[in-house]
């Protein structure tokens, strides 16, 4: 009688116990040999056994009824199906008369009704073990989800407990993701010289390996670093420690999406047009091209207006001057993010403690309300009237207190990313002068400003407040000069805070008004 050996390896994770293809090949040519069998061939594949489907099992089947053999030779019956389709071709083979035999290493089997029988419950047993299994992982990872934790393996930057089954922070790794996120969203850095920078900071793979462009890419598209996951097609709030803020994550985002928008072909390159309005007449300003140059003119479709042509060269010198006013050094500018981190550290420490005191406040005032309860039911000391107003008050002075939490927590230290957005901004400012982009210099006015005129040949615009700031450059302003306006809560509780970086900046001249850079 004619043999085919059948060796198989799922890819699915949980048969990763299962011999290997070669171990299951040598134990079954060792067995044959042993049981003087004759082997016409031998055929292996990786694929799982779940559904029907498998090429070379099903080949298999073919050549048999082919008559090229009328026998398998194979490790185990689960090898040969986990499915009840593929089970039942076996079987209805024996049954035909087209398949005689089948041996394995590890399960013993007869042609006979009571071995067909102990080989469906084989082939049965298989298939409940792959159900029940997935079923319990499934179980599993919905129990992680409910809980707000990541079922899966942990993204760079985190690593998975194995004791608590939970995502621990990679304290090794962290702040180089953190600071990749921190770089592209700048502007100045693409994927490879983010890829770069993690290379040179020794951050690679969990293999080992160094991370591709497209592994960079993944990693600034992930929202898992701000605190949130997506499983099976639903946003899960995760209870892992965020590396970055949503809002650094949104800005990296809109540098990528800038970046891979397709540049339209224009028919003139006029970068201004549409941009700007008259300040005579009120009408759009657009342009047109004469002798080799750029002019920009009024529409003067309102009236007749007297507003002179003006050169695209003498328009975007205007424009330089503005942006050489806000544009901040690179020293100055590192100096001022690393105070903010120390700045961020601190209101951290400081909004606990308050976030304390305020629901210790809240519980004084709940034990309040149960003495009063107890009072009046104890009968005599309070009438039903007088109960009822001081539960009210009560009652009101406990929402305030709830309220006061809320807004705290919400806007305790919402000033420190769009600070920071800022400073990387006015920092980037000096790189718009070196590369002569003029859509990039409106891309920029456009954040720093609006209702942009001309008006007798001269660029105005209304600034907003914390570049208006910036641009008028007041002597003697300090660090918190540049906060005036934030709400109220915040500064009670930050007042050492904006002593300490006031001082900073005294010490190295820096007299810019930084604060009133994010009043919008």
């Not at 039942?88 to 067909?116: R, V």
């Not at 499934?138 to 985190?158: C, D, M, S, T, V």
């Not at 793979?205 to 598209?221: A, D, E, G």
């Not at 009438?383 to 107003?389: N, R, S």
């Amino acid at each position: 009688m004619k043999y085919f050996i059948y060796c198989r390896k799922s890819t699915d994770s949980e048969e990763r116990q299962v011999l290997s293809i070669e171990a299951q090949l040598a134990e079954l040519k060792e067995f044959a040999a042993k049981e003087k069998l004759e082997i016409v061939a031998s055929l292996c594949e990786a694929q799982t056994a779940k559904e029907p489907g498998r090429k070379i099992f099903g080949e298999m089947l073919d050549r048999i009824c082919a008559g090229e053999a009328s026998g398998i030779l194979a490790w185990h019956p689960d090898r040969l199906a986990r499915n009840s389709i593929d089970g039942g071709k076996i079987i209805y083979l024996l049954d035909t008369g087209k398949l005689l035999d089948l041996k394995f290493s590890t399960f013993w089997f007869e042609n006979t009704p009571q071995g067909k029988f102990m080989l469906s419950i084989a082939f049965g047993q298989s298939k409940y073990y792959v159900d029940n299994l997935s079923e319990n992982i499934k179980r599993g990872h919905r129990q992680k989800l409910r809980k707000g934790i990541w079922p899966g393996f942990a993204p760079l930057g985190y690593l998975n407990n194995h004791r608590t089954k939970e995502i621990d922070l990679d304290k090794d790794k962290a702040p180089f993701i953190r600071k990749a996120f921190e770089l592209y969203a700048t502007g100045d850095y693409t994927l490879k010289t983010i890829k770069q920078f993690l290379a040179d900071s020794g951050i690679t793979s969990y293999r080992n390996k160094p991370l591709s462009v497209s592994c960079v890419q993944r990693i600034l598209k992930n929202h898992f670093y701000y605190g949130v996951f997506k499983f099976n097609g639903e946003v899960y709030q995760g209870s892992h420690e965020s590396i970055i803020s949503k809002k650094l994550f949104d800005s990296v985002q809109q540098v990528m999406n800038n970046r891979g928008k397709k540049k339209r072909k224009r028919k003139h390159e006029f970068a201004f047009s549409g941009f700007m309005r008259c300040g005579n007449c009120g009408c759009m300003i657009t342009a047109e091209k004469q002798k080799g140059h750029n002019y920009y003119r009024c529409t003067k479709k309102k009236q007749k207006c007297d507003e002179k042509y003006l050169r695209e060269e003498n328009l975007v010198e205007q424009m330089k001057d503005f942006i050489q006013k806000v544009s901040l050094p690179d020293d100055w500018a590192e100096n001022m993010i690393l105070e903010l981190d120390k700045e961020k550290e601190q209101t951290k420490r400081e909004s606990e403690i308050i976030a304390q005191n305020l629901k210790k406040e809240k519980a004084k005032i709940e034990q309040k309300v149960e003495k009063l309860l107890d009072l009046y039911i104890a009968g005599g000391a309070l009438t039903l009237e007088e109960y009822q107003a001081k539960k009210q008050k009560l009652l009101n002075e406990k929402l305030d207190i709830e309220q006061k939490i809320r807004d705290f927590e919400q806007s305790g230290n919402n000033w420190l990313e769009p600070m920071r957005k800022m400073i990387f901004e006015a920092k980037q400012a000096k790189i718009l002068l070196s590369q002569g982009d003029n859509y990039q210099i409106r891309e920029f006015l456009k954040n720093v400003g609006s209702n942009f005129i001309l008006k007798d040949k001269k660029f105005n615009f209304a600034l907003k407040i914390g570049w208006r700031a910036l641009a008028e450059g007041e002597p003697n302003l300090s660090f918190s000069n540049w906060r005036r306006g934030w709400n109220s809560n915040y500064r009670e509780c930050s007042n050492r805070g904006r002593s300490r970086l006031d001082s900073v900046y005294a010490n190295q001249g820096y007299c810019q008004p930084i604060d009133t850079l994010f009043l919008r």
